[in-house]
């Protein structure tokens, strides 16, 4: 499942950003990237891409964890690079912090993508 925001390094083991994104979610759940760390791509993203993932927490994904606890991201924030190394599309909302790609427990897809689109958030 991807959900888009409405408009408006994962690279080493320490990791260079303080403070959390969200309230249920760190940096590193948003930025992790299996690519990235096999290749060596820096996947820190900067100032506007870290302001639109705290907006993504705030108005999608911790709404969505207080519901349902179990849903995980699978990608947010890619750099280009990362972008690239995953065949993901140039001009991706990925790249600026206003995607994410999830896995949501067996069972609730359904109910969680019609709350999604009740707040106005598209979903692939």
């Known amino acids: ?3 888009v925001a409405r408009s408006a390094s994962a690279k080493g083991a320490a990791f260079p950003l303080a403070g959390r994104p ?9 930025t992790v990237s299996p690519a990235a760390r096999r290749l060596g791509l820096d996947n820190t993203p900067g100032p506007a891409a870290r302001a639109n993932l705290r907006r ?14 179990g849903v995980r991201v699978n990608s947010a924030f890619r750099s280009v ?15 600026v912090g206003l995607a994410a790609d ?4 067996v069972g609730d897809r ?6 999604l689109r ?3 958030v598209h979903v692939l």
């Open 118 to 120: 009740g707040r106005g």
């Open 81 to 95: 690079a990362v972008n690239r190394a995953v065949g993901g599309v140039e001009g991706s909302r990925h790249l």
């Open 56 to 69: 993504l927490c705030a108005e999608v994904l911790d709404p969505l964890r207080e519901r349902w606890p």
């Open 110 to 115: 359904a109910a969680i993508v019609a709350w």
């Open 1 to 3: 499942m991807v959900v």
């Open 102 to 105: 999830l896995a949501v427990p």
């Open 22 to 30: 969200g309230r249920y979610w760190t940096w590193e759940e948003l």
